[in-house]
């Protein structure tokens, strides 16, 4: 069975860093592309950033640099790295093994509020 489990989000202030991770079993992580996808109050899922076995990454226009995906395949575990967050980076925060997010875990909270 398919796990993905991620954990790291909290509340933070403007300007602000976290680290998130997903803890993924029941595949063969190391295989598969990784992806990032999150989703604000009252919108849709909106896909973040995406990164390939070998370590090739994607990001979406509005990540702007500020943030970071990496993933361990030794410890079949995907990173996120979020600097700089704004309020608009409000949202729970799910990894997935396909880009619409269709398979994913539980999600972890990222609220950025002053």
């Known amino acids: 069975e398919v796990q993905l489990v991620e954990s790291g989000g909290a509340l933070v202030q403007p300007g602000e860093s976290l680290r998130l991770s997903c803890a993924a079993s029941g595949f063969t992580f190391s295989g598969y592309w990784m992806y990032w996808v999150r989703q604000a109050p009252g919108k849709g899922l909106e896909w973040v950033s995406a990164i390939s076995p070998g370590g090739a990454k994607r990001y979406a226009d509005f990540v702007k640099g500020r943030f970071s995906i990496s993933r361990d395949n030794a410890r079949a575990t995907l990173y996120l790295q979020l600097n700089g967050l704004e309020p608009e980076d409000t949202a729970m925060y799910y990894c997935?093994?396909?880009?619409?997010?269709?398979?994913r875990g539980q999600g972890t909270q990222v609220t950025v509020a002053s």
């Open positions: 997935a093994r396909d880009q619409a997010g269709t398979l």
